[in-house]
């Protein structure tokens, strides 16, 4: 939308989200003063249409649409690309999280039962969903003792955008959380190209990729292949069908799961 000529973002939902609005407002702007990102910011939260709706406005990032730009690059020059995002999210990864939250293994544990339940509830299946669900309750105890961070919640190159000087913004921080810094690998499959993707684990470990990295990688990836199905069913018949088609794919790219290491890697 236009305000007096100046582009801005509006984001709205249903009234009972109000509090995830203003809580992300806060998030978001708590980020920028931490680290100076070229980001949306929150210039106004509130209720509106009888209060039966809650919305946030944002700033606008300048630049192209990161997704776009970067397929049409050669393989070396994804690449590039993916490894300056590996290290923008790493400095958003070095914004600590509170120390009076819960424990990772029990908070997102309990999101594992809860997503397991949802998925089962809808009676919707795919090849390689009973290896998906067990590979998930086999490796729980992956969870234990992670270190907590900002996190952003769908970080992807369909996220970022490129001013003229081929420097990132990042944009939409609607499911941030604080978290494992490795679950926001868990959408790196939805970024432009494997080359991009190959280029932001590189990029965010300079090379030196610690040994738990793709097992959690594998877990977070796994989750949130029920989570999209949970969301799709909700939605309609073609984002179900496109959610079970990607679900299938990153089931073959992990052999069913028994590999940790994605075949685009």
């Known amino acids: 939308m236009r305000s007096n000529g100046v582009e801005l973002i509006l984001r709205t939902s249903d009234i009972e ?37 809650a ?7 300048d630049g ?10 050669h393989t070396p020059e994804q690449a590039v690309f993916g490894e ?15 120390q009076n939250i819960m424990p990772w293994s029990t908070y997102f544990g309990l999101r594992l039962d809860e997503m397991i339940g949802r998925f089962r509830y809808t009676q919707v299946t795919f090849r390689g969903y009973k290896e998906t669900i067990d590979f998930i309750d086999n490796n729980r105890t992956l969870l234990l003792n992670r270190p907590q961070t900002a996190l952003h919640g769908d970080f992807r190159s369909g996220n970022l955008v490129l001013t003229k000087d081929d420097e990132y913004g990042v944009i ?10 490795y679950m926001d690998f ?46 799709a ?17 990153t089931a073959r790219e992990y052999n069913n799961f028994e590999s940790l290491i994605p075949s685009w890697y």
């Not at 499959?189 to 090379?207: L, T, V």
Request: aromatic share 12%; hydrophobic share 35%.
């Open 84 to 98: 300056k995002a590996g290290r923008l999210l790493k400095k958003i990864h070095g914004v600590k999280a509170p």
């Open 172 to 181: 939409d921080f609607g499911r941030w959380c604080w978290g494992d810094p």
């Open 55 to 61: 919305y946030t406005l944002y700033t606008w990032v």
């Open 186 to 231: 868990q959408c790196i499959r939805h970024s432009c190209s494997a080359p991009f993707s190959r280029g932001q684990i590189n990029g965010y470990f300079e090379g030196n990729i610690p040994p738990d990295f793709f097992a959690l990688m594998s877990l977070y990836t796994a989750a949130d292949t029920l989570r999209r199905i949970c969301e």
């Open 233 to 249: 069913y909700r939605i309609g018949r073609k984002a179900l069908d496109e959610a079970v088609a990607m679900a299938e794919k």
């Open 17 to 53: 989200n109000y509090k995830r609005h203003c809580d992300s407002a806060m998030f978001s702007q708590y980020i920028h003063d931490r680290l100076g990102l070229n980001m949306n910011l929150p210039i106004e939260v509130a209720a509106c249409c009888n209060d039966t709706l």
């Open 64 to 73: 192209v649409d990161a997704d776009e730009r970067i397929r049409n690059l």
